[in-house]
């Protein structure tokens, strides 16, 4: 893969430094292409100095430094479902029992691992930097850089983040916001408590089983606390299906009932609308299907 490269056609007139910094080039990434031998910037194809004063209809480019893996990662050959991918950017569908960054004692291989395998057979220059993850036994989207730099624009950028639950009970429609800390007997579990961290999750119910007493429910997430659903819905007396850890059981299915269906964000680069979307995964959708609305 060649070495990512920014491009941008200039309107006013303006000092080089200035328009890097109005576009998120931060002084962090200027020393790094200063210093490093790959990277570049460029004003009509010659390089120049932060001090140049751009005029209208100059083109700028930006040629990022690559990245190198340490010598501690590891790579795993493995299936990814792959739902969007540019130059920039990277969005698979997780399944279930696979963490999204390596563990503390490095038994099992995670999705960062599998996609550093997928870099490293693709030849590409940089190294991927997770933007959101999941739990292990969470499925779903998970929006991967493709660079340190593309990583940080994401701090500017309001990711909408939507998933599918199912849930113990009939819910309502409505906004749930109880602060959320660590419990204070594990390592683990978190709780809702005053002195805890903001968290904040919207609820909507889509399908109600009342033989079974099992909704099954779309959230969106406005915090991204750990367990955030999980503790919420069991908070609200609507344990997630499979998850033991917070009031569920797992008689019909063996993790959190528990699935991140749908990303929506503005592309930090193109500026293009980005919705990418993940079907239920085969345990839930057998669940749902057998969900008479009532």
């Not at 809702?192 to 429910?217: M, R």
């Not at 069991?234 to 850890?245: R, T």
Request: net charge neutral.
């Amino acid at each position: 893969m060649n070495k990512l490269k920014l491009k941008y056609l200039i309107e006013n007139e303006q000092l080089l430094r200035e328009f890097l910094l109005k576009n998120n080039i931060s002084r962090k990434t200027l020393t790094r292409i200063k210093f490093d031998n790959d990277g570049s910037i460029k004003v009509n194809g010659k390089e120049e100095n932060v001090r140049y004063i751009l005029k209208k209809n100059d083109v700028v480019e930006i040629t990022l430094p690559s990245e190198e893996f340490s010598e501690h990662v590891r790579f795993f050959e493995d299936k990814l479902d792959i739902i969007y991918e540019d130059e920039y950017l990277l969005i698979v569908n997780k399944p279930a029992d696979l963490p999204s960054i390596p563990s503390r004692n490095n038994e099992d291989s995670s999705l960062l691992e599998i996609v550093n395998g997928y870099f490293k057979k693709n030849h590409y220059s940089t190294i991927p930097h997770i933007v959101t993850r999941l739990d292990k036994n969470t499925t779903g989207l998970v929006l991967i850089a493709k660079h340190r730099h593309i990583h940080a624009l994401f701090s500017k950028e309001e990711i909408d983040k939507f998933y599918l639950a199912l849930v113990v009970g009939k819910v309502e429609d409505g906004i749930i916001e109880a602060n959320i800390k660590r419990a204070s007997d594990s390592i683990i579990t978190r709780c809702v408590a005053d002195d805890g961290d903001y968290a904040k999750t919207q609820v909507w119910s889509e399908k109600y089983n009342f033989k079974n007493n099992i909704s099954l429910v779309k959230l969106k997430l406005f915090t991204g606390r750990t367990h955030q659903i999980r503790v919420h819905m069991s908070f609200s007396n609507n344990p997630l299906l499979g998850d033991e850890l917070y009031g569920g059981n797992k008689q019909i299915i063996d993790r959190q009932a528990l699935h991140c269906y749908n990303l929506k964000f503005k592309h930090p680069i193109t500026r293009k609308n980005i919705d990418a979307v993940a079907q239920l995964p085969e345990d839930m959708n057998n669940i749902v299907e057998n969900l008479v609305e009532t």
